[in-house]
């Protein structure tokens, strides 16, 4: 298997990761031999620019690339629909990196550009694996990188301790997926996700596989961030520099989801088990309800007491991972089409949401609910980017949020025969109704509440603001023409 | 096909560019805003003409000439959601006439609204009326044209609310709203019904529209439980929207309440524009409403054109008449809007889509020059809009003056020079001829004289005599609150008790040039609808017109010409006998007819009591059974809320606790050893991560116990 590699079928396949690595020591470069006298915000700008030209070329790398290839049997496998998933992924890194050049916490502008540029190397070769080996090396890839990115605000200690938790509790769940991998392969005999298929349907009724599936959704889950593996999230969001958490609330969160459906409805294949109402079988699908349905409830509650507006958007990730989770559960084409595209606006809207978050920390020095007083007043386009990016989280038509939440709801209760998933598609609707709430208690602060006396404007820098522009318009332009993207993704699954 | 008629989208996406760059935009940019709105709309007016020159003369031998353009919107179950714009000599006609008076609005406005706050804001909504005024136009699907018609009420109300500090402008637009949708209800109902009977709702499709010979042939044939065909019961419901945006009766109380806007706004949309969506609208479905009704021997019959004509000949008059006794300049006109958009809705029915959509062009021009006239008088008189404080402006207005007279004798129809003449003979003639009865004809000629009476009766109060708003000059401490009428002032600034001189007085040219120009228009454009050059019905029919100059004394219309002439006249010399003989001699004094009959005089003062009857018999109603909704709201429903909010709260309250304490502390007492151990923990700042990743372990190993369980 391993000598018949072709390495130049692997340079051909990876063009885009490459291109983006050589990016990222570009950048490394740059900022360490060339720009050492400049002042910081030129350092940053000109590696963030940098990097987005990088995460551009791959881009367009992909868009001009057609066809589909396999090295190493499911090590690094390329298909339509791979390269839209991973254009997905960048399309969340490049307002990262823009966010990131408004940032004043790090004096180190080219490790943390390069950093990002890593983190989204390991979340296109996790795209792209079907191999549980090389599942778990990009996983921790990606992982590795957002750790050292959510320790980069030197100066506040709430970043270090943020790392450290998300470090004890990614290496416990990397441990737990480990094992998993290993019972799969002692199982079946094999680290191919489709060969595996094979051996878990004769195995599908020994206890070691409900051990392995468990381990396995212990990994993955950790990264999208279901109950029970959510308890890092909180405290990530809020300790970590507002563009770390920005890319591990979107670009990490695509990459995993899809790598997440993957591994469940190709490489457990034969050991679905049933979640339907009254007809519980054991398998992937049950555990992974049990979690959607704890997520959705924790999640929604849970953000209802929340006032740091970056803890209450890692509550709202959590519920909206128990969303997602019921396209998984469909465990059909529709599943995975409406999951693409949830992840996809989703992404946008909480992307977006993070950069409005950004700003108001930069010029109030917190991200409390009191911080967000006044904002219509104060910088109107960024407000009224915010009340498009919560109202499309919330699930209001026409923004792009509603027909996410539409196509996954419909594609869970079409799912099993007899509308057997319907009791989740009604949990999740009526935890919509409750998350309305808090998404509208920070518009409250934004459009309703006066602010006090000092009413002084925000100085927004004018990349910011386009930034939020641009993502606001997009969601508001796929929620008006959900089309545009959901015939790719027909397209591109086939 | 052409290309404006691919482009024709353009026309109205750049004044809506220029709304929404104007809504970004400060406050304080007033120069901008009105430079945009004016840009946008005039290079809109320059498509505009060319949509206009590319459908001239291309009229064929399949009927006239007609693009469209149709394209996807979205997928529901397997079926397309289909939207798309139209050009026909319709549109192409509707959008120049747009486009132009709105661009003189525009103008204007800068003038009338200079020392107003909210300027900027002003020309958003005015753009963003113009751009949904221009999607109703080239609309080619009923659904897009519902979407822009409700865009056209929401900037409705949106203007004629501007000034919402004032109470009553505030009402006006709540009530405009309100019953505008009333209509737009029935129009929604019958589009439903459209779509179900005929699966599309464009209007044109290449033989698959709506509008077209193969559903409209099924929907005739095709019965309801009543015995009424679909298509009679579709045009009633559709047509009900009209009669809610044209104020017909019953539905036309909003429209005199609607003068609380600005004047330049009740020129472009309560008198020019979106009044005339409704006319419009039922000249754009004509061929549904029609369908039925003999074709090929002259004007169809239906049940739908006659209900239209019926309405519209009772708006006609009921408007004319209670014109007759009002005070505020503004109102007069409103209520002579009322009436003339009930002349166009009897032309439709009587005389086909030429009939009405002549007089429909013609009066935008000479209404929207009569607004803006009143707007100019109102703006040289300090903001008084009551006719009694005026008196003897012709010497202080002159330029005002000479184009209101035109506007005023192209309203009243005076002969063969104005256009008005030429519109409304047509509809007369058309309803002369009309073979079901003779009745609308008699009641078109009442409303004539009573036009011709009381635009006489408003221009001799108001340019004639002696100006009588001096008497005020001194008491500043008017009553503002008289009905509602005498109060506009601009709440920023009060420019006019303070003036130093109380006399009126001209207004600047930004004002007078739109005037001018509307005027020219007020009189040429009634040259091409005359029966010996009937070049516009020939445009619309899309055939060309030949000069018959002998069909001018035909027997038919020569006989009509001089009656009509005769009731014009008789109109026209009462109103001078009674008010510009004697003139008032002060503001105080009552009405002149109002001495000769008090009774009658207050019956039409009080506009017949409609706004007294609807309020006891349909707001009473509506807020008796709201009332019982509230009580059943508040108990049963608000209850089950309340308990489940309850619960909701209850909940959240545990998950928190279980949060913040089970996982957090919970396992404080039990584990010292371990926490003692990882003190470096301790001193961060909140949460620890031991409990963190227990939970983690336990997750899994229920998880797996669970899964276990359930393993069969």
Known sequence: ?????????????????????????????????????????????????????????????????????????????????????????????????????????????????????????????????????????????????????????????????????????????????????????????????????????????????VVALIGVLAGLGFKVAVVPFHLWAPDVYQGAPTPSAALIATGSKVASFFILAKLMMVGLAGSEGSAAWGRYGSGWVLA??????????????????????????????????GYVSLAILSNDSAGLTALLYYVFVYGLATMGAFAVVSVVEQQTGGDRLEDFTGLARRAPVLALGLLVFLLSLAGIPPLAGFFGKFYVFAAAAGAEAGLGLFWLVILGIAMSVVSLYYYLMVLKRAYVQEPGEEVAKFRVNGVATATVAILALAVVILGCFPDWILHRIATALG | MTWIARNLWLIPALPLVASGLTALMSRRRRGWAAALAIGSLGISFLLALCAFAAALGQGGEHGPFREVVNFDWFQFGGQWLQLGWVLDPLTALMVVMVTLVGLLIFIFSVGYMAEDENFTRFFCFLSLFAAAMLGVVIANSLLLFFICWELVGLTSYLLIGFWYHKPSAAAAAKKAFITTRIGDLGLLLGMVWLYAESGTLLFYNGGAGCLEQGALTAMLVKGTAAGMAVSTGIGLLVFLGAVGKSGQVPLHVWLPDAMEGPTPVSALIHAATMVAAGVFLVARVYPLMAVGGGVGQGVPVTTVLTVVTWIGAATALFAASVAVAQNDIKRILAYSTVSQLGYMMMG?????????????????????????????????????????????????????????????????????????????????????????????????????????????????????????????????????????????THHSSTPSLHHSSFAPHESPSVMTGPLMVLAVFAVALGWFGTPAWPWFEAFLNGHSAEVELGKLFSGGFLGLALLSTLIVFAGLGLGWWLYGRRTRAGAEEPDVMEQARPDLWALLKNKFFVDELYEATVIRGNAWVSRACHLADRWVLGGAVQLIAWLATGVAWVDRVVDEFVINLGFDGGCRGLRESGGFFARLQQGRVQPYLRALGWGVVVLVIVLMVWRD
């Open chain 1, 288 to 321: 992974l309800a049990i979690a959607a349905a704890a997520s959705m409830i924790l999640g929604n509650l849970a953000a209802l007491a929340q006032s740091s507006v970056k803890r209450l958007l890692a509550y709202s990730a959590i519920a909206h991972a």
């Open chain 2, 348 to 488: 439709l029915g009587v005389g086909g889509v030429a009939v009405g959509m002549f007089h429909l062009i013609t009066h935008a021009f000479f209404k929207a020059l009569l607004f803006l006239g009143s707007g100019s008088v109102i703006h040289g008189c300090h903001h008084e809009q009551d006719v009694r404080r005026m008196g003897g402006l012709k010497g202080f207005m002159p330029v005002t003056f000479v184009t209101y007279a035109i506007g005023m004798l192209a309203l009243a129809g005076f002969p063969l020079v104005f256009s008005g003449f030429w519109s409304k003979d047509e509809i007369l003639h058309a309803a002369h001829g009309w073979s079901v009865s003779h009745w609308p004809f008699y009641m078109g000629l009442a409303g004539a004289f009573l036009t011709a009476f009381y635009m006489t009766r408003q221009v001799a109060l108001v340019f004639f005599g002696k100006y009588r708003g001096a008497e005020q000059a001194g008491g500043q401490g008017r009553e503002q609150g008289s009905a509602g009428e005498a109060a506009h």
């Open chain 1, 1 to 209: 298997m391993v000598s018949e590699l072709s390495y130049l079928e692997i340079l051909r396949l990876a063009l885009p990761e490459t291109a983006l690595v050589i990016t990222a020591l570009v950048v490394l470069a740059s900022d360490l031999l060339a720009l050492r006298k400049d002042s910081l915000s030129v350092r940053l700008g000109f590696c963030a620019s940098l990097a987005v030209l990088g995460c551009v070329a791959a881009g367009v790398l992909l868009v001009m690339a057609s066809g589909a290839g396999d090295v190493g049997g499911g090590m690094f496998v390329v298909t339509p629909l791979i390269r839209l998933v991973k254009l997905g992924v960048l399309a969340m890194a490049v307002p990262a990196l823009l966010v990131s050049a408004q940032g004043r916490f790090t004096t180190h502008a080219g490790e943390y550009v390069a950093l990002i540029l890593f983190a989204v190397v390991g979340m296109m070769f996790l795209v792209s694996a079907e191999d549980l080996l090389m599942v778990f090396v990009a996983l921790e890839m990606t992982s590795l990188s957002l750790y050292v990115l959510t320790a980069f605000h030197k100066r506040e200690v709430g970043s270090a301790e943020a790392a450290l938790k998300y470090f004890l509790f990614g290496g416990m769940s990397a441990a737990l997926a480990l094992f998993g991998f290993s019972l799969l392969y002692g199982l079946t005999g094999s680290t191919n996700l489709n060969e595996m298929a094979q051996g878990v349907g004769v195995h599908a009724s020994d206890p070691l596989l």
